[in-house]
DNA sequence: GTAGTGTTACTCGGATAAATATTGTCCGAGTGACATCGG
DNA sequence: CCGATGTCACTCGGACAATATTTATCCGAGTAACACTAC
């Protein structure tokens, strides 16, 4: 039971994005220098975020990523499936049906024992996911987190977002 | 998310081994042959269900694998932490520090909350995989499993099985 | 007939290769901003 | 001075190696049963 390390980055970039606001956004480079990860294999789990609906990505420069919902809609359990793939972690291989004994279909009919209980198991832990949405996630981390990592990597955001159409400040030429 | 292949044998092999009575064994060949495994492979989880104290190994001829404790004490959380490892599948590898902006190590002090979210959910995974007893799977299978497969099941193990001390029936000779 | 003994076959155990999935990297296509040129 | 246009740099996107983990296999150590021999 070893979870992919790209989560981790995943769930990461996905808390900083919905920091964002005005429907700014944030390229890739950016997220993989503020978690000191190589940008190209960053890129390959944010493709991953952008297929399952959960960001945009905006090409062409002052291009990037932002959230495609409102974080309040977004749960962990939508990010790891969409990193880790939507099959369950217990597949069943129905090596109940390997053995020497042959029998008729209608005999396995009901569904393994064993697997309805890893299932179990891990509808509980999808479920517990799910009820974690991103939304808590950054509230809490801008709440209780540190005062000074959290004015660090908001100061961070400021620096590198890249606003919708423009509205540069512009202050000197 | 992947669950390890051998998860599933190594239940299906202690669900096996459950339904053994009067600390009779079972060779680790036999419950190869029953799932239609490898020998050598399933050994290797056998191993480690031995290495935690989940099996006892008997050597020798007539020797084989028996439960070390009571099924009711048997948890599928053990099964798959003996198997897969202790560690927990998110394991957070700290990239919020690993940025350009560097702060002081106080700053850190609190744990990072994505991961404290990713441990909540999982320990609610385990605390449900604690909940399903080796022996209500069995008693499960037994009672509501397909009659033809239980007792084909139950003649394998009935010819398969290797009592404890040679109370052989001795029938002829 | 019984006890002792040597052999034998069967078991588990750990160390060793192959296959697969994950991790990491690179190059190409697309797009909007910027500078330049013309009116 | 304003607009159109061409160039350019920056972005994402997908395809290609390197590494780690998992899977699979083999060979060796140990043990108790079995057969044989001697008494």
Redesign the interface.
Known sequence: ?????G???A??SA?MLARLEGGATMPGSALA?????SPSYLLKHLQALTAARILESVPGPAGGYRLARPAETIS?LDI?LAV??PRP?????E??Q????K??A?????PC??NA??L??????R???A??RLSD?VT??ET???P??VA??C??VTQRARPQKSTATRSNT
């Open positions: 039971m070893k979870l992919s390390e989560v981790e980055a769930i990461h808390a220098e503020a978690f000191g990860l962990l790891v880790e793939g972690a217990f597949r069943c291989g090596i109940r390997r053995g020497p004994v029998l008729d209608s005999a396995y009919a009901r024992n064993i209980a890893m179990r198991a891990e509808k509980a832990y479920a517990a996911l009820a974690e996630i809490e981390y209780q987190g540190d000074r990592a660090a990597s100061a961070f």
